[in-house]
């Protein structure tokens, strides 16, 4: 079993950041990646973001140049670095815990609970 804790949200006006961080413990050999993804009212959960545990990252498309992920392996936790924020990134954002592999994430049922994000226009 994986264990996940989100923290780091907020309310923030658009152009401004966040970080979000993930901290996982438990048995974590299983895996071999921490993904960040997010889910807005009324609409899917998507992956904005992934990092392997070499620190290989992966983000998609609208977050690119704006989002950055990292670990620190010491603390067991990943950080999710939000800047140029916009009102469309509001959601809560969830980690998971998987593996990444062959430029694929497979995510593994192992979630946090989220933390919501609000970007105010």
């Known amino acids: 079993q994986v264990q996940l804790v989100e923290s780091g949200g907020g309310l923030v006006q658009a152009g401004g950041s966040l970080r979000l961080s993930c901290a996982a413990s438990?048995?974590?050999?299983?895996?071999?990646?921490i993904g960040w993804y997010r889910q807005a009212p009324g609409k899917l959960r998507e992956l904005v973001a992934v990092i392997s545990n070499g620190g290989n990252t992966k983000y998609e498309d609208s977050v690119k140049d704006r989002f950055t992920m990292s670990r620190d392996n010491a603390k067991n936790t990943v950080y999710l670095q939000m800047n140029s924020l916009k009102p469309e990134d509001t959601a809560v954002y969830y980690c998971?815990?998987?593996?990444?592999?062959?430029?694929?994430?497979?995510?593994?049922?192992?979630w946090g609970k989220g933390t919501l994000v609000t970007v105010s226009s």
């Open positions: 438990g048995s974590t050999s299983s895996i071999n990646a």
């Open positions: 998971n815990a998987g593996n990444y592999r062959g430029n694929i994430y497979y995510p593994m049922n192992y």
